[in-house]
């Protein structure tokens, strides 16, 4: 069965933290695809930084050459909140019957009941949690523990990836990178480098362009 996995975010910028876990997770779980999501007006967070057209040619200059990851663009494209329940609907809309699984760090995971019509997602795909070595259900803080008992009630070999179209949640650890895109912009706006927590092509863009200045 087909597997394509569904990264999503602001991407503002995109950093070496999203790309390594991406990259983690493509060769790691074995997906044909991992289709890098930029949102166009996120709902659980401030407005972005800089426009979508700037965020979007920063993902393009960030992938530029890696085999498997492709830019979707239906975010941009809609009117209005980009609720990833939606965009998972459009993507199964668009594919059909394939292994489809969105990937999220653990922290957004921990926070999934707060998304809009939540309980949709496990319908439409599988969910992929990205998380550090060595991390327990029992670190879970009180205020996560419906985001805990779906885990527990769904937690799946990465086998089910190859087996079901959606349903499961698989824990993968990946390598842990603390870059936070809040402070690269913080960073840039101070007057300093955010060199090497980025691509160069990223970087360059960046300081052409005056982003975040």
């Excluded at 044909?32 to 401030?46: F, G, K, N």
């Excluded at 329940?85 to 999220?104: E, K």
């Excluded at 799946?156 to 650890?173: F, H, K, M, N, Y």
Aim: hydrophobic share 40%; aromatic share 8%.
């Amino acid at each position: 069965m087909r597997r394509v996995g569904v990264f999503g975010g602001t991407f503002d910028p995109i950093h070496f933290g999203h790309l390594r876990a991406a990259l983690e997770l493509y060769e790691g779980l074995q997906f044909d695809e991992v289709r890098l999501v930029p949102a166009s007006v996120p709902p659980h967070r401030d407005e972005p930084g800089v426009e979508s057209g700037q965020r979007l040619a920063m993902v393009e200059a960030a992938i530029s050459g890696q085999p498997g990851f492709v830019i979707d663009e239906r975010e941009l494209r809609r009117e209005g909140p980009s609720y990833m329940v939606d965009t998972l609907q459009s993507i199964r809309d668009d594919f059909g019957n394939v292994s489809l699984s969105l990937l999220m760090g653990l922290d957004a995971f921990l926070g999934l009941p707060r998304w809009h019509r939540w309980e949709r997602i496990p319908q439409l795909a599988h969910i992929v949690v990205a998380h550090r070595p060595g991390w327990h259900l029992d670190d879970a803080e009180e205020a996560e523990q419906t985001a805990v008992q779906l885990l527990e009630e769904r937690r799946s070999d990465p086998a089910i990836l190859q087996e079901r179209t959606a349903g499961g949640i698989v824990l993968q650890a990946v390598t842990p990178l603390a870059i936070s895109a809040t402070a690269i912009r913080r960073l840039i706006g101070e007057g300093r480098s955010a060199r090497y927590l980025i691509p160069d092509a990223v970087w360059h863009m960046i300081e052409k362009d005056q982003l975040y200045r």
